[in-house]
């Protein structure tokens, strides 16, 4: 029994190295979502040190600053990976142009819980598409958290054109929380985006995404530009920036942000 009980922790550090490695793939940056999954037993830690949007218009300017929001992905199987997701901080301000008003709060984000299974390649070569379920629960407060539950599933999938580019496409159907809190409406989004490998250590993804939004309080659509980078600092390091643009009126202006991803 004690040669059982000390091999079991031999048993499960080794689990790693027993499976199949393959290149780190992290999540971050950009609009869309790529189709690869973690190897078995490795855990990947990605991380919006800081995102800042503007959204303005004639009568108001709001300013939204999301701090330490994070995605933990963890390899269950050799093509299975489960998430979970918390924006620990977010502040939103709010300028009132006519009267000269500020308003501002500050509080925690929902909870996402989700896995993803990838179906073709999961290390994300060549072709490689996969289906990604998630839920939302509502421990956030409002303006940062929904106030509700929501889900979705997303279907990344992607293709290598050659060894320097990409394509790639990330649908998405949602039953996301009214604006008042109170209950769920449909909302659905595609992402198309092009990957640029620079070079062995620098790669690049040009996107653009529609989201269609069936909100009760006013449907909207919004068209989005981005322009992303990724650092490859070591095999298990990542750092990226990106930025993103509001095409029509209904998107928010601008989005800026810069984050770090760390698989172990």
């Given at each position: 029994?004690r040669?059982?009980?000390?091999?079991v922790?031999l048993?499960?550090?080794?689990?790693?190295?027993?499976?199949?490695e393959?290149?780190?793939?992290?999540?971050?940056?950009?609009?869309?979502?790529?189709?690869?999954t973690?190897?078995?037993?490795?855990?990947?830690?990605?991380?919006?040190?800081?995102?800042?949007?503007?959204?303005?218009?004639?009568?108001?300017?709001?300013?939204?600053?999301?701090i330490?929001?994070?995605?933990?992905?963890?390899?269950?199987?050799?093509?299975?990976?489960?998430?979970i997701?918390?924006?620990?901080?977010?502040?939103?301000r709010?300028?009132d142009?006519?009267?000269?008003?500020?308003?501002?709060?500050?509080?925690?984000?929902?909870?996402?819980?989700?896995?993803?299974?990838?179906?073709?390649?999961?290390?994300?070569?060549?072709?490689?598409?996969?289906i990604?379920?998630?839920?939302?629960?509502?421990?956030?407060?409002?303006?940062?958290g929904?106030?509700?539950?929501?889900?979705?599933v997303?279907?990344?999938?992607?293709?290598?054109?050659n060894?320097?580019?990409?394509?790639?496409?990330?649908?998405?159907?949602d039953?996301?929380?009214?604006?008042?809190?109170?209950?769920?409406?449909?909302?659905?989004?595609?992402?198309?985006?092009?990957?640029?490998?620079?070079?062995?250590?620098?790669?690049?993804?040009?996107?653009?995404?529609v989201?269609?939004?069936?909100?009760?309080?006013?449907?909207?659509?919004?068209?989005?530009?981005?322009?992303?980078?990724?650092?490859?600092?070591?095999?298990?390091?990542?750092?990226?920036?990106?930025?993103?643009?509001?095409?029509?009126?209904?998107?928010?202006?601008?989005?800026?942000?810069?984050?770090?991803?760390?698989?172990?």
């Open positions: 029994m040669f059982v009980l000390a091999a922790p048993l499960l550090a080794a689990t790693p190295a027993l499976a199949e393959r290149d780190y793939c992290p999540a971050r940056p950009g609009l869309g979502t790529p189709a690869c973690i190897s078995p037993g490795r855990v990947s830690v990605e991380t919006g040190l800081v995102d800042w949007t503007r959204d303005e218009d004639s009568s108001s300017r709001n300013d939204t600053i999301l330490g929001d994070t995605l933990v992905r963890i390899g269950v199987g050799e093509a299975i990976e489960a998430q997701g918390w924006t620990p901080f977010g502040r939103v709010t300028r142009k006519a009267a000269g008003t500020i308003d501002q709060a500050s509080a925690v984000g929902d909870v996402t819980l989700g896995f993803k299974a990838n179906l073709l390649h999961p290390d994300g070569s060549g072709s490689s598409v996969a990604q379920p998630f839920v939302s629960l509502p421990v956030g407060r409002s303006p940062v929904a106030g509700e539950w929501g889900a979705g997303l279907v990344p999938f992607s293709f290598s054109l060894q320097m580019l990409s394509l790639q496409f990330t649908p998405e159907a039953a996301a929380v009214d604006q008042d809190g109170k209950g769920r409406h449909f909302a659905a989004s595609g992402t198309v985006g092009l990957g640029v490998a620079i070079s062995k250590a620098i790669s690049g993804t040009v996107e653009f995404q989201l269609r939004d069936e909100d009760p309080s006013g449907k909207t659509t919004q068209v989005l530009a981005s322009l992303s980078l990724g650092w490859m600092v070591s095999d298990d390091l990542q750092l990226d920036a990106g930025a993103v643009a509001g095409l029509d009126h209904a998107a928010p202006d601008a989005e800026f942000y810069f984050g770090v991803s760390r698989r172990f």
